[in-house]
């Protein structure tokens, strides 16, 4: 009885050994005497016992690793690197997890393999840079390394997913020099602009000043225009008045000096009566007055005569 039971747990021991469960996500890369004979994907699967050996299991999910590296920039500065790199297994084809299970040794020399690539590949572009011009360069670079990294993982039967410089510094002193050139940039583009929008407002003001001296100019012409024509339509009709006047006392047969008499007086009458302090000497005597009065027909008739 007791011989039975071992039989039959020998058997059932057999028989479970012939199945093995592979993990979603990985893939078993089965040999058999030391040689490559066939893949194992997720589930369960059977398996020769004794014969049949897992070599290795290749994850085809996404992997990622952190660095930090140096790197010198063409006018001998030094660049202090933090990235992380994503990658992963190209496909699940044969081929590619037999070329990803046997290129190299182990994963630890995978590994430093990838890592002294990409770091030889951003110091190669970083050398033919200038610290200035590196920090705006985050893109090229990535882009460059990318390039370069793509093929050379592609012979191990991975691609590159993502890379990211998450940090790039330099040298305590270099980074003080790169803030003062940057704090003197600033300065000297707020000068300019500060210049410029002084120069704006004295030229807005200037254009101002020119302008409401031209509408004054303007309006003072016009004013004595109008003041011009004001006094000419005076003179005019003063000069008919005194036309019509005369030709009146003509008609009666009265001596025209009388206007100039009245005129005389009515000239006087003013003088003295809007007078604002100002003291006029006039000689009021008959003969001054007869002198005045025939100097004034005389006038007339000279002005009569043209």
């Given at each position: 009885m007791s011989t039975s039971l071992i039989v039959i747990g020998i058997i059932v021991l057999s028989i479970v050994s012939c199945f093995t469960t592979v993990q979603q996500g990985t893939i078993t890369v089965i040999t058999m005497f030391g040689k490559y004979r066939r893949i194992l994907h997720p589930?369960?699967?059977?398996?020769?016992?004794?014969?049949?050996?897992?070599?290795?299991?290749?994850?085809?999910?996404?992997?990622?690793?952190?660095?930090?590296?140096?790197a010198i920039t063409q006018d001998q500065a030094n660049v202090y690197f933090k990235a992380m790199l994503v990658y992963a297994v190209l496909d699940a084809q044969e081929d590619t997890v037999k070329n990803v299970a046997f290129k190299f040794m182990d994963q630890r020399s995978f590994s430093q393999a990838l890592i002294r690539t990409i770091e030889g590949s951003v110091r190669g572009y970083v050398a033919t840079k200038k610290q200035a011009e590196i920090l705006l360069l985050r893109g090229e670079i990535v882009a460059d390394v990318k390039e370069s990294l793509d093929s050379t993982l592609e012979t191990w039967g991975f691609h590159l997913i993502d890379l990211q410089l998450n940090d790039i510094t330099f040298d305590a002193e270099i980074t003080t020099s790169m803030a003062k050139v940057v704090a003197s940039n600033n300065l000297k583009a707020a000068a300019e602009n500060e210049g410029q929008a002084l120069l704006i407002t004295k030229t807005k003001a200037a254009e101002a000043e020119g302008n409401a001296i031209?509408?004054?100019?303007?309006?003072?012409?016009?004013?004595?225009?109008?003041?011009?024509q004001g006094i000419a339509l005076f003179r005019e009709e003063v000069a008919k008045g005194m036309t019509e006047a005369a030709d009146k006392m003509r008609e009666a047969n009265l001596d025209t000096s009388l206007i100039m008499f009245s005129m005389w007086t009515e000239s006087i009458k003013e003088f003295a009566e809007k007078g604002k302090g100002n003291v006029i000497f006039l000689d009021g005597s008959i003969e001054n007055m007869e002198r005045t009065i025939k100097q004034m027909m005389a006038n007339d008739m000279l002005k009569k005569d043209k």
């Amino acid at each position: 009885m007791s011989t039975s039971l071992i039989v039959i747990g020998i058997i059932v021991l057999s028989i479970v050994s012939c199945f093995t469960t592979v993990q979603q996500g990985t893939i078993t890369v089965i040999t058999m005497f030391g040689k490559y004979r066939r893949i194992l994907h997720p589930g369960l699967n059977f398996r020769i016992p004794i014969l049949e050996k897992s070599f290795s299991r290749v994850s085809i999910q996404n992997r990622a690793i952190e660095m930090e590296f140096q790197a010198i920039t063409q006018d001998q500065a030094n660049v202090y690197f933090k990235a992380m790199l994503v990658y992963a297994v190209l496909d699940a084809q044969e081929d590619t997890v037999k070329n990803v299970a046997f290129k190299f040794m182990d994963q630890r020399s995978f590994s430093q393999a990838l890592i002294r690539t990409i770091e030889g590949s951003v110091r190669g572009y970083v050398a033919t840079k200038k610290q200035a011009e590196i920090l705006l360069l985050r893109g090229e670079i990535v882009a460059d390394v990318k390039e370069s990294l793509d093929s050379t993982l592609e012979t191990w039967g991975f691609h590159l997913i993502d890379l990211q410089l998450n940090d790039i510094t330099f040298d305590a002193e270099i980074t003080t020099s790169m803030a003062k050139v940057v704090a003197s940039n600033n300065l000297k583009a707020a000068a300019e602009n500060e210049g410029q929008a002084l120069l704006i407002t004295k030229t807005k003001a200037a254009e101002a000043e020119g302008n409401a001296i031209k509408i004054s100019a303007q309006a003072e012409k016009e004013a004595s225009q109008l003041k011009g024509q004001g006094i000419a339509l005076f003179r005019e009709e003063v000069a008919k008045g005194m036309t019509e006047a005369a030709d009146k006392m003509r008609e009666a047969n009265l001596d025209t000096s009388l206007i100039m008499f009245s005129m005389w007086t009515e000239s006087i009458k003013e003088f003295a009566e809007k007078g604002k302090g100002n003291v006029i000497f006039l000689d009021g005597s008959i003969e001054n007055m007869e002198r005045t009065i025939k100097q004034m027909m005389a006038n007339d008739m000279l002005k009569k005569d043209k």
